[in-house]
């Protein structure tokens, strides 16, 4: 089976643009969340999505928003972009055995200038 | 809200040597408990986890850890290091009480270097 996939794998932006993250879970898999890595820390929760419905937040700003479409993907957006959302995003899909049990995608690198 | 801490941001074992990464959590009851592994650019590998029961948990890659109740601890072992674990090691918890859903909360992560 593949693992999550997420895309782009990089990307730059200009403070104060939009961008959109998208990732698709392992087959199977009804739950995804989203992570930010920033540098030299370790990941902080944005969001859980299962079956289109969020059902966790992170204590991120309004300017941060996902969803999940019916084929299980999901895409994480973010506005008026500040310098220090620049970081790794991560995907991390579960399901069909425990909803605990999360595995993570190679991550978006998303550089803002 | 639970928390995690890896007290040690840097250790450096030499190759062939034994090698404990610490990990110590904070939590009103029993987390549900896992190791991940990220190699540089790259994302999180599950290395091992726990939900319940024996509190020796084998994982992948020749890793265990142990569950300590009484330490609030959840170390990871491994008896003989290899070059190619060189790697950053996080522990992380979930609360399955939560109403964050299924939010993971991680440590600050401990880098692994292995000398020849």
């Known amino acids: 089976d593949a693992g999550v996939t997420q895309s782009p794998t990089h990307l730059i932006k200009t403070r104060g643009q939009h961008v959109t993250l998208r990732c698709s879970p392992i087959?199977?898999?009804?739950?995804v969340s989203w992570y930010q890595q920033v540098l030299g820390q370790g990941p902080q929760f944005i969001f859980q999505?299962?079956?289109?419905?969020?059902?966790g937040r992170g204590n991120f700003p309004d300017r941060f928003s996902a969803r999940q479409f019916p084929n299980y993907s999901s895409e994480l957006n973010v506005n008026a972009l500040l310098l220090g959302d620049s970081a790794l995003y991560l995907c991390?899909?579960?399901?069909?055995?425990?909803?605990?049990?999360?595995?993570f995608g190679p991550g978006t690198r998303l550089t803002v200038t | 809200a639970q928390s995690v801490t890896q007290p040690d941001i840097h250790i450096t074992v030499s190759e062939g040597a034994s090698l404990e990464l610490r990990c110590n959590y904070s939590?009103?009851?029993?987390?549900?408990l896992f190791w991940y592994v990220q190699s540089p650019g790259q994302g999180l590998q599950l290395l091992l986890k726990?939900?319940?029961?024996?509190?020796l948990v084998q994982g992948i890659k020749g890793f265990e850890a142990e569950f300590k109740r009484s330490q609030s601890s959840f170390n990871l072992r491994k008896p003989s290091v290899h070059w190619s674990d060189a790697a950053e090691y996080f522990c992380?918890?979930?609360?399955?009480?939560?109403?964050?859903?299924?939010?993971?909360?991680f440590g600050g992560g401990t880098r692994l270097m292995v000398k020849p």
């Open positions: 087959s199977g898999h009804k739950s």
């Open positions: 939590y009103g009851a029993t987390p549900y």
């Open positions: 992380a918890v979930v609360a399955p009480t939560s109403n964050a859903g299924n939010m993971l909360t």
């Open positions: 991390a899909s579960s399901g069909r055995g425990n909803p605990y049990e999360q595995y």
């Open positions: 726990y939900f319940s029961g024996d509190t």
């Open positions: 999505y299962y079956e289109k419905e969020e059902r």
